[in-house]
Nanobody
Framework: QVRLDESGGGMVQAGGSLKLSCAASGLTFSDYAIAWFRHHAPGKEREFVAAVNWNGYSTLYGASVKGRFTISRDNAKNTVYLQMNSLKPEDTAVYYC??????????????????WGQGTQVTVSA
């Protein structure tokens, strides 16, 4: 059974930092690209945040987070990280990690991803 478990969410003031983790099990981790999406509110679409390919050498970022967030992975630990700096109130959302078997070329749309975690809440206060 594939599991993706997010952790590291919480509440922080604007300008602060958080580091999210996504621990995977039940799959061959290096066979998957991993992405982070976020969901601001019910009824809104999930927004692409960042993605990393199977070996960590190729990354993609959404326009709203580029230059502030960094995605990385440690295949020895089956874990992907999202370092979030210079946080803004508009970064408040539930953050999800997702796995895609298109391991070389991760996409930016939710339909590209096969497995999802349960999410972790990030709240940024003004």
């Amino acid at each position: 059974q594939v599991r993706l478990d997010e952790s590291g969410g919480g509440m922080v003031q604007a300008g602060g930092s958080l580091k999210l983790s996504c621990a995977a099990s039940g799959l061959t981790f290096s066979d998957y690209a991993i992405a982070w999406f976020r969901h601001h509110a019910p009824g809104k679409e999930r927004e692409f945040v960042a993605a990393v390919n199977w070996n960590g050498y190729s990354t993609l970022y959404g326009a709203s987070v580029k230059g502030r967030f960094t995605i990385s992975r440690d295949n020895a630990k089956n874990t992907v990280y999202l370092q979030m700096n210079s946080l803004k109130p508009e970064d408040t959302a539930v953050y999800y990690c997702a796995a895609s078997d298109d391991y070389k070329h991760p996409g930016t749309g939710p339909m590209s991803y096969d497995y999802w975690g349960q999410g972790t809440q990030v709240t940024v206060s003004a």
